[in-house]
């Protein structure tokens, strides 16, 4: 089952969040403030790391390095902390949030992480019009350039063992 986590440098931001998630029936399994303190939660894997654009101990771009594999990640980022990520795998959304944003990126998270299923799409440009739409969703709601959300979607694909056209669905159906 896959744990989620939210870390931020703002301990009641943290539990404002969380309380979010939870409210929408996600298994949050831990708040805390610290990069060490994420990467302790998620060294079995299968977690999912939400996390500010800062920790008390480090900056939040340094968490994949700390986390254990099979961990995904959603920065929640001020509009000056954006930079830092422009060039990073990972979905992030601006803040201020806008709370259906931030439970259908954690949900898309989630289902990225649940053993993949049988693709249904078989017409090549039914897959092609999927992909392109996946695309404009990453790109819209989470600031990707039309190359980092391709990108994002081969990984995940790769990933989950998906072919695209199943990740560019289970994108659009979050």
Same mark, same amino acid.
């Given at each position: 089952?896959? @744990?989620?986590?939210?870390?931020?440098? $703002?301990?009641?931001?943290?539990?404002?969040? #969380?309380?979010?998630? $939870?409210?929408?029936?996600?298994?949050?399994?831990?708040?805390?403030?610290?990069? #060490? =303190?994420?990467?302790?939660?998620?060294?079995?894997?299968?977690?999912?790391?939400?996390?500010?654009?800062?920790?008390?101990?480090?900056?939040?771009? =340094?968490? /994949? +390095? !700390?986390?254990?594999?099979?961990?995904?990640?959603?920065?929640?980022?001020?509009?000056?902390?954006?930079?830092?990520?422009?060039?990073?795998?990972?979905? %992030?959304? %601006?803040?201020?949030?806008?709370? #259906?944003?931030?439970? #259908?990126?954690?949900? !898309? !998270?989630? =289902?990225? +992480?649940?053993?993949?299923?049988?693709?249904?799409?078989?017409? /090549?440009?039914?897959? $092609?019009?999927?992909?392109? =739409?996946?695309?404009?969703?990453?790109?819209?709601?989470?600031?990707?350039?039309?190359? +980092?959300?391709? @990108?994002?979607? +081969?990984?995940?694909?790769?990933?989950? %063992? %998906?072919?695209? /056209?199943?990740?560019?669905?289970?994108? !659009?159906?979050?």
């Amino acid at each position: 089952m896959t @744990r989620i986590v939210v870390a931020n440098s $703002r301990l009641e931001a943290a539990k404002k969040i #969380a309380f979010v998630l $939870r409210s929408a029936g996600l298994p949050v399994a831990g708040v805390c403030t610290s990069g #060490a =303190r994420a990467a302790e939660y998620t060294r079995d894997g299968n977690c999912i790391v939400v996390s500010g654009g800062y920790l008390t101990d480090l900056p939040a771009i =340094r968490l /994949p +390095q !700390l986390c254990g594999r099979g961990t995904d990640f959603l920065f929640l980022l001020r509009g000056e902390e954006l930079p830092a990520f422009e060039n990073s795998e990972y979905l %992030r959304l %601006r803040l201020p949030l806008v709370k #259906a944003d931030l439970v #259908a990126s954690v949900n !898309l !998270l989630v =289902r990225f +992480q649940e053993p993949p299923g049988k693709s249904a799409v078989s017409n /090549p440009e039914d897959e $092609r019009i999927l992909l392109e =739409r996946a695309k404009g969703l990453l790109m819209e709601r989470h600031g990707f350039t039309e190359k +980092q959300a391709h @990108r994002f979607l +081969q990984k995940k694909s790769m990933e989950t %063992r %998906r072919k695209l /056209p199943e990740s560019a669905k289970l994108t !659009l159906s979050v």
